[in-house]
């Protein structure tokens, strides 16, 4: 078998592989390492006008920044409607792996982050959230604590939810989400190549009827006890027990003007009762007669019918992505639709598990600069904002000191101005006197 990374990275039509005698098939792959050859292979609907707009992105954290990229939406509040397409090929008697991986790096609130398989009929220019699809599957988030995994498939032209309520991972690194459909009629879901469940198709989906059904003309006996304990029929209150919290005052006297006829029967206060013991209650036993619980007798539903073609699908032939998102910022990538387990377990671990650990390393750190940032910009601001209300309040201490001074010598300063100007006046005069002696 020829090491994996010597394989092709972008394979766009059926690739069949033979390997211990195993026929490997992969219908589709695709991890956009040309670059903007993406915009040749996927087609945008134009069922409306305003779908959200894709990029081929790594977003702020990855291990390669070319290797890393995937479709990331670029739009906040959008739908989007993007689809590629493959040749037709069916699971029928044949294991399907649908397998990708998702970065919700925005730290999404509201939106999906899955892919849909659909039929060959599909108009890929008018695909919209009404168009018919086989299989719904990946992260679909709304609010806080409403992170769900979908895995929805339709039958007979109705879509089911799988009946169990399982969760997608919605932190900020790359996860890698697989489903894997066997002939068997059973099932597998991973996250990160880890089962998180698995089971039958019939069980954890209302495809069909149930097999069995209660009853209807069984009815439970009406002697049929299903209490576990009761009280002690043998068990008695001891003549001694006092029971009365309350009790007439017995020092108490009727007053020697009480009229019976006006006043009506006397009755004494009452005062508490020191020797009250509570309310008796007879002891609890296990009860002998005890048949537990009765269970309604289950009979063979008339109405069910197995049915051999439970998550079979003919011409799969359209991958796409058929989402909302409040917050955008997803990043889509590593698309893989084969019917080798192993083969995609392999190629998750070459792709997703090659950059998981370093991308998480770099978001942590990031996360870590941008609190320090953060609490350095909340640190100014509150120095910023201090100097503002001194500025407001008045100056400090020193410079007021210094302005007191600067008063006061300006007060000191006034008379001897005055003075010097008297002095010129009179020096004036005593010259325009002398001035006329000479004459």
């Known amino acids: 078998m020829a090491s994996l990374s010597l394989l092709p990275l972008l394979l766009l039509t059926t690739c069949t592989v033979r390997t211990q005698g195993k026929r490997r098939q992969v219908y589709f792959r695709e991890e956009f390492e040309d670059g903007d050859g993406w915009t040749k292979r996927w087609v945008q609907s134009k069922h409306q006008s305003d779908y959200g707009q894709f990029q081929l992105?790594?977003?702020?954290?990855?291990?390669?920044?070319?290797?890393?990229?995937?479709?990331?939406?670029t739009e906040d509040a959008k739908f989007y409607a993007l689809s590629t397409r493959f040749k037709p090929f069916s699971n029928e008697n044949e294991t399907l792996v649908v397998q990708f991986s998702v970065k919700h790096e925005q730290g999404i609130d509201c939106g999906g982050g899955y892919v849909k398989l659909f039929p060959a009929a599909l108009n890929q220019e008018d695909m919209h959230s009404e168009s018919q699809y086989y299989i719904m599957f990946g992260p679909d988030i709304c609010g806080f604590g409403n992170n769900r995994l979908q895995v929805i498939l339709s039958h007979k032209g109705k879509y089911h939810e799988n009946?169990?309520?399982?969760?997608?991972?919605?932190?900020?690194?790359?996860?890698?989400?697989?489903?894997?459909?066997?002939?068997?009629?059973?099932?597998?879901?991973?996250?990160?190549?880890q089962k998180v469940t698995s089971g039958g198709?019939?069980?954890?989906?209302?495809?069909?009827?149930?097999?069995?059904?209660?009853?209807?003309?069984a009815r439970k006996p009406r002697k049929w006890d299903e209490r576990q304990q009761i009280e002690d029929p043998d068990d008695k209150k001891p003549e001694d027990w006092e029971d009365s919290e309350f009790i007439p005052d017995p020092d108490a006297k009727k007053p020697d003007d009480w009229n019976e006829a006006m006043d009506g029967v006397w009755e004494g206060p009452l005062i508490p009762n020191v020797k009250y013991m509570g309310e008796w209650k007879p002891r609890i036993i296990d009860n002998p007669n005890y048949q537990g619980e009765w269970i309604h007798p289950e009979i063979d539903n008339p109405k069910y019918r197995p049915d051999p073609?439970?998550?079979?699908?003919?011409?799969?032939?359209?991958?796409?992505?058929?989402?909302?998102?409040?917050?955008s910022g997803s990043i889509f990538d590593n698309f893989l639709l084969t019917n080798d387990e192993e083969f995609a377990e392999e190629v998750g671990n070459m792709t997703w598990g090659l950059r998981k650990d370093v991308e998480q390393q770099w978001r942590e750190l990031y996360e870590e600069m941008e609190k320090q940032k953060e609490a350095e910009e909340t640190k100014k601001k509150r120095e910023k904002e201090r100097a503002r209300q001194e500025d407001v309040w008045g100056l400090d201490e020193e410079d007021e000191e210094d302005a007191e001074e600067d008063d006061e010598e300006e007060a000191e300063g006034s008379p001897k101005q005055e003075g010097?100007?008297?002095?010129?006046?009179?020096?004036?005069?005593?010259?325009?006197?002398?001035?006329?002696?000479e004459l």
Do not use: M
């Open 57 to 73: 992105a790594s977003g702020k954290f990855y291990q390669d920044k070319e290797r890393d990229k995937g479709l990331q939406t």
């Open 201 to 217: 198709l019939e069980d954890d989906w209302d495809f069909l009827p149930p097999k069995k059904i209660k009853d209807p003309y």
């Open 163 to 193: 009946n169990k309520t399982l969760k997608c991972r919605i932190n900020k690194d790359t996860h890698l989400y697989t489903l894997i459909l066997r002939p068997n009629a059973t099932y597998e879901v991973k996250i990160d190549n």
């Open 420 to 437: 010097s100007a008297e002095r010129a006046s009179l020096d004036q005069k005593e010259a325009h006197i002398d001035q006329k002696d």
């Open 309 to 327: 073609t439970i998550g079979h699908y003919h011409n799969i032939s359209v991958l796409g992505l058929d989402l909302w998102q409040v917050k």
